[in-house]
C-alpha cells in the first residue's frame, strides 16, 4: 500500500474510499457485474491522461512525453480489454447499461477537469484505485477457488489475448486481469511521484519505446 504524504495523496486516497463505498454498496459480491460496469470506467482515466499529454506535447512542441503518451493509451486499451473479457462472463441489466452511460459522462467531465489542473493528485488517485481493484479481483479469485462462483472456461478472446492454454479456466483469467491491475498501479503511483519532482514525468533521457502489440478486438 502506498500511504499518502500530502494533502494531494490524502484526497486521491478519500476519493478512492468514496468510490469504493458506492461500488461495494452497488454491486456487493456479484463480482462479475461489478467487473463489467467498473472495467467501463477504467477505461477513461489513461485515454484522458494520454490525449492532455499529447496535446501538451503539440503545444510546447518537444519530446520526451511519448512514452508516457503511448503507456496511458496502452492502459485504456488494456482496460478496454478487461470489459471485453468479462462481458462474455456477466451480461449488464438494463439498470446497470444506464449505470454505466451516466457514470461515463460524469467521470469523463469530472476527470478531464481533474486531470488538467491537478495531474499528481489524478495519477495517485488512479493508483488507489487500481489498488482497490487488486483486492476485488483478489476476493473474486476467493470465491471462485472456494466454489462459490464456477470456475467456468476462460472466453477465448482472453485466451488469445493473453496467450493463456486452450483449457484455462475463469481463475487464470483473474490472475492475468489483476496482474494488469497491478501494472496499473505502479506506473500511476509512479508517475505521481515523479510529479513531486518534474512536471514532466518522462523527461530526461527516456527513449521513445514501441507500443505493445497485444491483439485487440
Ligand atoms: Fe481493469
Ligand atoms: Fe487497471
Do not use: C
Amino acid at each position: 500500500m502506498n500511504k499518502p504524504k500530502n494533502f494531494s495523496d490524502f484526497f486521491a486516497l478519500s476519493m478512492t474510499k468514496f468510490f469504493r463505498l458506492i461500488a461495494d454498496t452497488f454491486f456487493a459480491k456479484r463480482y462479475g457485474h461489478r467487473a463489467v460496469v467498473l472495467e467501463t470506467i477504467a477505461g477513461v482515466p489513461g485515454m484522458v491522461a494520454g490525449m492532455l499529454i499529447h496535446l501538451r506535447s503539440l503545444r510546447s512542441m518537444k519530446t520526451g512525453y511519448g512514452p508516457q503518451i503511448r503507456e496511458m493509451l496502452a492502459e485504456a486499451e488494456n482496460e478496454r480489454m478487461h470489459l471485453m473479457f468479462f462481458i462474455e462472463i456477466a451480461k449488464p441489466n438494463a439498470f446497470e447499461r444506464l449505470l454505466v452511460i451516466s457514470a461515463q459522462a460524469i467521470f469523463m467531465t469530472f476527470y478531464l477537469f481533474m486531470y488538467i489542473f491537478f495531474p499528481k493528485t489524478s495519477h495517485r488517485m488512479i493508483g488507489y484505485f487500481e489498488d482497490e481493484a487488486v483486492k476485488s479481483y483478489t476476493e473474486y479469485l476467493e470465491l471462485v477457488k472456494n466454489g462459490t462462483v464456477m470456475n467456468i472456461n476462460a472466453p477465448k478472446i482472453a485466451i488469445d489475448y493473453y496467450g493463456l492454454p486452450k483449457n484455462a479456466r475463469l481463475s487464470d483469467l483473474i490472475r492475468s486481469v489483476r496482474a494488469d491491475e497491478m501494472h496499473h498501479s505502479e506506473v500511476n503511483h509512479n508517475y505521481a511521484d515523479s510529479l513531486n519532482k518534474s512536471n514532466m514525468p518522462n523527461s530526461g533521457n527516456i527513449r521513445d519505446t514501441k507500443i505493445s502489440n497485444k491483439r485487440v478486438a
